[in-house]
């Protein structure tokens, strides 16, 4: 995750000022409990062993970088597009590193994949909401919002951040990858530039 952002975009840690990076693993800390967050108060990351997988980690770092470079208010449509940016740096970060299921392209787009490592192998295809987080490439399979007049788009759900954060993932597979949606053909960016895509596209949310 730091080689991601030293690399592709020049940034020294999670404050471009060469920050050190704090992770707990195991440890019930408030209010998350034992899940996976990002503390900015704090500066520090903390897991449930879980979760300590390389889209996840990724995810929670770019909180750090997200707080520290912007003033997105963490919250509402605000917070949606915070999460976003987790979701597509993590998954971004993830595709850096070899995987069990890197050979199965229809789990590319999951958040937190390897976790079906946990509980049964080999993995599900096509993928099955018990066995990960998100679905940037469907995420109403996994009960998000693809765009804003999607029946599962909600601005007063009880966590609107994570479940409208489905709209920008969505966007983000689209200009990566390319395919049709919605009745339009989009084309990925850089498809002739073989391996330029992701990169690009990180450049451009950042």
């Given at each position: 995750?730091?080689?991601?952002?030293?690399?592709?975009?020049?940034?020294?840690?999670?404050?471009?000022?060469?920050?050190?990076?704090?992770?707990?693993?195991?440890?019930?800390?408030?209010?998350?409990?034992?899940?996976?967050?990002w503390?900015?108060?704090y500066?520090?990351?903390?897991?449930?062993?879980?979760?300590?997988?390389?889209?996840i980690?990724?995810?929670?770092?770019?909180?750090g970088?997200?707080?520290?470079?912007?003033?997105?208010?963490?919250?509402?449509q605000?917070?949606?597009?915070?999460?976003?940016?987790?979701?597509?740096?993590?998954e971004?970060?993830?595709?850096?590193?070899s995987?069990?299921?890197?050979?199965?392209?229809?789990?590319?787009?999951?958040?937190?994949?390897?976790?079906?490592?946990?509980?049964?192998?080999p993995?599900?295809?096509?993928?099955?909401?018990?066995?990960?987080?998100?679905?940037?490439?469907?995420?109403?399979?996994?009960g998000?919002p693809?765009?804003?007049?999607?029946?599962?788009?909600?601005?007063?759900?009880?966590d609107?951040?994570h479940?409208?954060?489905g709209?920008g993932?969505?966007l983000?597979?689209?200009?990566?990858?390319?395919?049709?949606?919605?009745?339009?053909?989009?084309e990925?960016?850089?498809?002739?530039?073989?391996g330029?895509?992701?990169?690009?596209?990180?450049?451009?949310?950042?």
């Amino acid at each position: 995750m730091y080689g991601f952002y030293a690399d592709v975009h020049n940034r020294d840690s999670y404050d471009d000022e060469g920050a050190t990076i704090v992770g707990i693993v195991d440890a019930f800390v408030p209010p998350l409990g034992f899940g996976a967050g990002w503390y900015p108060d704090y500066d520090f990351m903390s897991f449930h062993s879980w979760f300590v997988l390389d889209d996840i980690v990724g995810h929670e770092f770019t909180h750090g970088v997200t707080f520290d470079e912007s003033d997105l208010i963490y919250e509402g449509q605000s917070g949606a597009i915070s999460e976003c940016f987790s979701d597509i740096w993590g998954e971004f970060i993830d595709w850096r590193h070899s995987s069990p299921y890197d050979d199965y392209a229809c789990l590319r787009w999951l958040i937190g994949e390897e976790m079906q490592l946990l509980l049964w192998e080999p993995p599900v295809c096509p993928p099955d909401p018990n066995c990960a987080i998100r679905f940037m490439e469907d995420p109403p399979l996994f009960g998000q919002p693809d765009r804003t007049g999607s029946p599962l788009w909600d601005e007063n759900a009880g966590d609107p951040k994570h479940l409208l954060s489905g709209v920008g993932s969505k966007l983000c597979y689209l200009i990566t990858e390319g395919d049709t949606f919605n009745g339009r053909t989009v084309e990925p960016m850089d498809e002739d530039l073989e391996g330029a895509s992701m990169e690009t596209v990180a450049r451009l949310f950042y």
